[in-house]
């Protein structure tokens, strides 16, 4: 049904009519017999009839309602036990770690002790010299000052803006009032200023004569004391401030929040979210939260100096921790000040008698100053930094924790001759230093001699670990008792090469140095003997890729660029936020660590300067000596006669005249009986291993070994073996060389 309906608006010249139609209701299903249900034809609000089809769809016949796109919700958790665990995981700590933790306890203790000793000691000197002077200078001003105030107390003088505005106003009655009642206080406050200071005079002339000298000293210090402080200017205090405060506020969300816009990480739809309460953390603040949707932990990491600066503090004072339960969950911590520039202390060492290197030992402490342990057991490390950092002094702490243990043997060089490494001459089985030879002694040889020497060892090692009996080696690897059994001589073994780089840019042994430093830092490790280099220049040309590669752990002190930082660390290590050239000049002892463990971070390193260090090893030498484990050029002695400095000469020694081919083992055999102090261990081991190890003698001369196939009880027989011809190739080249040189 229609109707018109007349629309008139002001100004219309003429009525408009214009058609309209009713509104009815629209027709649903029943589909229910509830009573109370609304008849058929009529919905309650926002209720729709469900198999009413899309009429203006012509594919809507015989479609029904999809699937809910939220999946339903569960009202029981799969177990118990996941309930269990998600609520323990989700309770907060009834108590801040610096209470749990025993080191954090420790450091609490000494932080109190340190600075109220410091601060009553500040104030005890100057008690006399500055404190009483001033109390004495102040104490007449004092007595004026309290003197004026009883006055203007027994005179009532608050009481006279009244009186004279009443006088003002000329209100007789109010003033008389105001009058009597000031004449009632002053005689009354007369009295009592009367009897007090007779009792006051009367107590005083009792002390003078009746007391004894120390408490009428006590009471004269007392009220010159109390008339000080009363007469001590407002702007000049009279006790000094023992600590200037450093610049701390209570963090808030707002700040937070601030930081997250100006380092645009949210946006006006989308801002932050905290999962748990801002709150203090040992000497900072610790913030949780949670990014915007789509915002992940590298954004929060690249932003690391623009949230410093919303934060309004320094960036080395902001920490980012990822959340392995998301994505887009961040943990700040915020220190109070630098941490990093604060010294971590002496090394922990220095009250050491012993160290197991088997196990961890204390190397520093992370940015909140728990203790970080190192361990070089299966590793390699690579240290890099500029000059004057504390390099050396970082790795050198790792070495007098390995010259601790007298079952660890250590070989020490220093390219650069400096006299920090010097000290390790009491227990090091191998040292040198510098490049430059110096009394008869060449600094390289020596180096090349223990690098081959090491080298063979670790190649003995692993043959010796695969024939050791089961009950003795079960899997195949070093054990501690192993280790330091003295009759199978596999000790644990350290080798320190300190700026490295002044042997690999050598004009003439660099590359054999740098072929061996790979070898051992790749293979050596497994048989417990692990490589320590450290350098300043850790670029291609002085400290090349093929090395710094082969360790599994590195350690970055402050660096120039970025670039310098990702080829210490690692290709990569920049993008997971790990960059030392951030680290500033006072940061020094401080780096970064990555690999060792399966965490990076943040290592202040302890100091041990040259006498905490001589001490140290003093107490290693008398601990070996105890042990009986001190060897090498520590016990003065000197390397066996190197092979391979006379082994080409040697070969062609003991090879016959005719002989174009000659076996391996034969020719070691020979060589045993030619010189028996040097290739006398070799005649003693299998025939495979004596072959390698002439093969493996040979190969830096580039003499390599072929198959030589001999007649043997009339069956041909297969063996490695070596040419005559190659032997007097190598021997030309080397004389060349020297002859050059």
């Known amino acids: 049904m229609t109707e018109t309906t007349n629309f008139t608006s002001p100004g219309d010249p003429e009525d408009i009519e214009r058609p309209t139609a009713d509104v009815l209701p629209f027709?649903?299903?029943?589909?229910?017999?509830?009573?109370?249900?609304?008849?058929?034809?009529?919905?309650?609000?926002?209720?729709?009839?469900?198999?009413?089809?899309?009429?203006d769809d012509p594919d809507a016949d015989g479609l029904t309602e999809g699937a809910p796109v939220d999946p339903p919700r569960k009202v029981y958790p799969p177990s118990v036990a996941e309930w269990m665990e998600a609520r323990d995981k989700a309770r907060l700590p009834m108590l801040p770690d610096w209470v749990k933790l025993p080191d954090q306890r420790t450091a609490v203790r000494k932080w109190a002790v340190r600075h109220y000793s410091a601060v009553a000691g500040y104030h005890a000197i100057r008690l006399p010299l500055v404190y009483?002077?001033?109390?004495?200078?102040?104490?007449?001003?004092?007595?004026?000052?309290?003197?004026?105030?009883?006055?203007?107390?027994?005179?009532?003088?608050?009481?006279?803006?009244?009186?004279?505005?009443?006088?003002?106003?000329?209100?007789?009655?109010?003033?008389?009032?105001?009058?009597?009642?000031?004449?009632?206080?002053?005689?009354?406050r007369g009295i009592v200023a009367t009897v007090g200071g007779f009792v006051g005079l009367a107590a005083a002339l009792t002390l003078y004569v009746m007391a004894p000298s120390w408490l009428l000293m006590l009471a004269i210090a007392t009220l010159t004391t109390t008339l000080g402080v009363v007469g001590a200017p407002a702007d000049r205090p009279l006790i000094d401030m023992a600590k200037v405060k450093f610049r701390k506020r209570r963090l808030s969300?707002?700040?937070?929040?601030?930081?997250?816009?100006?380092?645009?990480?949210?946006?006006?739809?989308?801002?932050?979210?905290?999962?748990?309460?801002?709150?203090?953390?040992?000497?900072?603040?610790?913030?949780?939260?949670?990014?915007?949707?789509?915002?992940?932990?590298?954004?929060?990491?690249?932003?690391?100096?623009?949230?410093?600066?919303?934060?309004?503090?320094?960036?080395?004072?902001?920490?980012?921790?990822?959340?392995?339960?998301?994505?887009?969950?961040?943990?700040?911590?915020?220190?109070?000040?630098?941490?990093?520039?604060?010294?971590?202390?002496?090394?922990?060492?220095?009250?050491?008698?012993?160290?197991?290197?088997?196990?961890?030992?204390?190397?520093?402490?992370?940015?909140?100053?728990?203790?970080?342990?190192?361990?070089?057991?299966?590793?390699?490390?690579?240290?890099?930094?500029?000059?004057?950092q504390g390099k050396t002094f970082s790795a050198r702490t790792i070495a007098l924790a390995a010259a601790l243990d007298p079952y660890v043997r250590l070989y020490v060089f220093d390219g650069k001759a400096s006299p920090d490494w010097r000290t390790f001459a009491k227990?090091?089985?191998?040292?040198?230093?510098?490049?430059?030879?110096?009394?008869?002694?060449?600094?390289?040889?020596?180096?090349?001699?223990?690098?081959?020497?090491?080298?063979?060892?670790?190649?003995?090692?692993?043959?010796?670990?695969?024939?050791l009996p089961l009950h003795i080696c079960p899997e195949g690897k070093l054990t501690p008792e192993i280790s330091r059994d003295k009759k199978?001589?596999?000790?644990?073994?350290?080798?320190?090469?300190?700026?490295?780089?002044?042997?690999?840019?050598?004009?003439?042994?660099?590359?054999?140095?740098?072929?061996?430093?790979?070898?051992?830092?790749?293979?050596?490790?497994?048989?417990?003997?692990?490589?320590?280099?450290?350098?300043?220049?850790?670029?291609?040309?002085?400290?090349?890729?093929?090395?710094?590669?082969?360790?599994?752990?590195?350690?970055?002190?402050?660096?120039?660029?970025?670039?310098?930082?990702?080829?210490?660390?690692?290709?990569?290590?920049?993008?997971e936020g790990l960059d030392a050239s951030k680290l500033l000049k006072s940061h020094k002892g401080v780096g970064l660590l990555k690999g060792m463990s399966d965490d990076s971070g943040i290592v202040r390193t302890y100091l041990a300067d040259g006498r905490d260090a001589e001490r140290i090893l003093t107490r290693a030498a008398a601990l070996?000596?105890?042990?009986?484990?001190?060897?090498?050029?520590?016990?003065?002695?000197?390397?066996?006669?190197?092979?391979?400095?006379?082994?080409?000469?040697?070969?062609?020694?003991?090879?016959?005249?005719?002989?174009?081919?000659?076996?391996?083992?034969?020719?070691?055999?020979?060589?045993?009986?030619?010189?028996?102090?040097?290739?006398?261990?070799?005649?003693?081991?299998?025939?495979?291993?004596?072959?390698?190890?002439?093969?493996?003698?040979?190969?830096?001369?580039?003499?390599?070994t072929d198959q030589i196939s001999r007649r043997v009880d009339g069956k041909v027989v297969n063996k490695r073996g070596i040419k005559r011809e190659d032997i007097a190739t190598a021997i030309t080249e080397r004389n060349n060389k020297r002859d050059a040189g």
């Open 624 to 704: 070996r000596e105890a042990e009986g484990t001190l060897s090498g050029d520590a016990a003065g002695e000197a390397p066996a006669p190197e092979t391979s400095a006379t082994i080409l000469d040697d070969v062609a020694t003991v090879l016959g005249k005719g002989e174009a081919k000659v076996w391996s083992e034969t020719v070691v055999d020979r060589l045993a009986d030619l010189r028996p102090d040097v290739y006398g261990p070799w005649a003693e081991m299998e025939a495979k291993p004596k072959a390698e190890a002439l093969t493996a003698a040979l190969k830096p001369f580039g003499v390599g």
């Open 253 to 388: 969300s707002d700040i937070v929040i601030r930081a997250h816009e100006v380092a645009r990480l949210t946006s006006k739809d989308q801002t932050i979210a905290f999962p748990r309460p801002i709150g203090r953390d040992g000497d900072g603040w610790r913030v949780v939260v949670d990014l915007p949707y789509g915002k992940t932990f590298e954004d929060a990491l690249n932003a690391h100096t623009r949230l410093a600066s919303g934060l309004d503090i320094a960036p080395t004072q902001l920490f980012l921790d990822k959340d392995e339960t998301s994505g887009r969950r961040v943990s700040y911590w915020i220190a109070d000040r630098d941490p990093l520039a604060v010294p971590s202390g002496k090394s922990p060492l220095l009250g050491a008698t012993r160290v197991d290197f088997w196990k961890p030992f204390p190397w520093g402490v992370d940015e909140r100053g728990n203790p970080v342990m190192a361990t070089l057991l299966w590793l390699s490390l690579l240290v890099g930094a500029v000059p004057r």
């Open 132 to 188: 009483t002077p001033k109390i004495c200078m102040y104490s007449p001003r004092g007595a004026w000052r309290w003197s004026t105030a009883i006055g203007r107390w027994v005179s009532d003088t608050e009481g006279k803006p009244l009186r004279m505005a009443a006088v003002a106003e000329e209100n007789a009655a109010d003033y008389l009032k105001l009058s009597r009642q000031r004449n009632d206080r002053v005689r009354l």
């Open 27 to 55: 027709r649903l299903k029943k589909t229910t017999t509830d009573p109370a249900a609304p008849r058929e034809g009529e919905a309650k609000p926002g209720e729709w009839d469900a198999e009413l089809p899309d009429t």
């Open 427 to 467: 227990v090091a089985h191998r040292i040198g230093f510098g490049i430059v030879p110096k009394n008869g002694t060449d600094p390289v040889q020596h180096l090349l001699t223990s690098l081959r020497e090491l080298k063979a060892d670790v190649e003995d090692r692993y043959h010796r670990l695969s024939e």
């Open 488 to 575: 199978l001589n596999m000790p644990l073994t350290l080798f320190v090469v300190d700026e490295v780089q002044e042997y690999l840019t050598h004009p003439e042994h660099g590359k054999e140095v740098l072929s061996l430093l790979v070898y051992l830092a790749r293979v050596a490790p497994a048989v417990g003997v692990s490589v320590m280099t450290a350098t300043q220049k850790p670029d291609d040309k002085a400290c090349p890729s093929e090395l710094r590669d082969q360790h599994q752990a590195r350690f970055a002190l402050r660096v120039g660029a970025y670039q310098v930082s990702d080829t210490i660390l690692g290709a990569g290590s920049y993008s």
